[in-house]
């Protein structure tokens, strides 16, 4: 049976062992610690829960530098998103190669879990089952841009519901955003969801202009829209909602999960989420990527802190560990986030930088802040990377890359 042991064991954000190992089948079977003298041996290594990024676009991990050339979110959805898209919706398998590397570089900050939403996702799929991490699909429908209509993107997501059969990956309905549905159409989605049983992932008030839309175009406010569409009918993880004041009351009792990308908010002018009211009034929130310069959550979790304590108290280092893995995996469904007998074996092991000392410690502190490296990724007990290598991937990082840049001749930025 697999086993892995470190100085510290992190059971949950709150409560870590010394010395100790993890024993797992597809589930973890035992954690028990090791007697010190034997802790002393081990090289400077911490074992924690697999994290969850809970809103992603694998397949815009080509051009995730874009996001930072100081452009708002709508001149940066216009020049560098479309072109990109439809490209890739001209090419559908290059969604496969670009998510490889997409996923290599979430497993090097510990991710096990990615809510995806984009198109071509049965390619997307197929790498979440190549590489063996956990996943949550949906296609982002929109009536038109890169769909020829609002029911060619539902037929696309519902398709994929009908072929994803592994039980790793799980499929939701995406309504894309109010601005690119109507609100009948946005409607429809979500009650075919409510009679298939489905979830929904949806973009909700990223900017303020979704609310000002809503007004002129409809005469909806956000909220009138938000009841209009049946949102919360079914299980919802909204992204972004920087702009949901408004919404609060109805995103905690409609148990709305909110899945917070603080890098790319910041970065695209979005402006900054309520999240400290959200969390004050018991919305659930979550960590995601979203598109951002890296892939990696340990950065969101760093730029969460930094965001949300600014002039406001001290950050709490363990409260972005917590919602990175304890709230991103319930929020999906895929269980506790915490590192339990029977809960399946999604463990990551890290490893300290030398210099680092072992005395006094905080292992979720070496993790956000510390520059711990990640050693091994398991998930359901099967080892799926480690050293910074896919371990299930028969293709070499160098014909990924070859694959990708054969398809780059073609492509042409608009600048
Ligand atoms: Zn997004």
Redesign the pocket.
């Known amino acids: 049976m697999p086993e892995v042991c470190g100085n510290y064991v992190v059971l949950n954000p709150y409560v870590w062992l010394k010395n100790a190992c993890v024993v797992f089948k597809e589930r973890i079977e035992d954690i028990y610690p090791l007697g010190s003298e034997v802790g002393e041996g081990l090289k400077n290594t911490v074992v924690t829960h697999g994290l969850a990024s809970t809103?992603?676009?694998l397949g815009l991990y080509q051009i995730r530098l874009s996001v930072s050339e100081g452009l708002p979110l709508d001149e940066w959805v216009k020049l560098r998103a479309w072109p990109w898209e439809k490209f890739l919706r001209s090419n559908p398998q290059l969604t496969y190669y670009v998510a490889l590397n997409a996923l290599k570089e979430l497993l090097k900050s510990g991710v096990t879990l990615v809510a995806d939403?984009h198109f071509n996702e049965f390619w997307v799929y197929k790498a979440l089952i190549d590489v063996g991490v956990k996943g949550d699909l949906s296609v982002?429908i929109m009536d038109g841009g890169v769909f020829e209509n609002f029911e060619e993107g539902l037929e696309e997501n519902l398709d994929l519901s009908r072929r994803a059969s592994d039980p790793k990956v799980r499929v939701r309905l995406g309504p894309c955003t109010p601005r690119l549905l109507t609100p009948l159409q946005y409607k429809e989605v979500v009650e075919t969801a409510e009679e298939l049983g489905l979830g929904i992932h949806t973009?909700i008030a990223?900017v303020l202009d979704d609310e000002l839309w809503l007004k002129s175009r409809y005469g909806m406010s956000l909220r009138d829209f938000a009841h209009y569409v049946g949102l919360g009918n079914v299980d919802t993880l909204a992204?972004?909602v920087v702009w949901g004041e408004s919404l609060i009351e109805f995103l905690s009792s409609k148990g709305v999960k909110v899945s917070h990308?603080p890098r790319?908010n910041t970065l695209l002018g979005d402006g900054r989420a309520p999240i400290k009211s959200y969390l004050k009034n018991g919305v659930r929130v979550s960590l995601?990527v979203?598109?951002a310069p890296t892939y990696s959550l340990v950065d969101d979790m760093k730029s969460y802190l930094v965001l949300h304590y600014e002039g406001e108290g001290i950050p709490q280092t363990h409260e972005a560990f917590k919602i990175a893995t304890v709230n991103g995996y319930q929020d999906l469904g895929f269980g506790s986030g915490e590192l339990t007998l029977k809960e399946p074996a999604d463990v990551v092991v890290w490893e300290l930088p030398k210099d680092v000392s072992k005395v006094g410690l905080n292992p979720i502190s070496s993790i956000v802040w510390g520059g711990a490296k990640v050693k091994e990724v398991y998930v359901n007990g099967v080892k799926v990377f480690e050293e910074g290598n896919l371990i299930n991937v028969h293709v070499s990082a160098d014909s990924i890359n070859a694959k990708i840049e054969e398809y780059l001749k073609d492509f042409k930025r608009e600048d």
């Open positions: 809103h992603t676009h939403m982002a973009h990223e992204a972004h990308p790319s995601g979203d598109v």
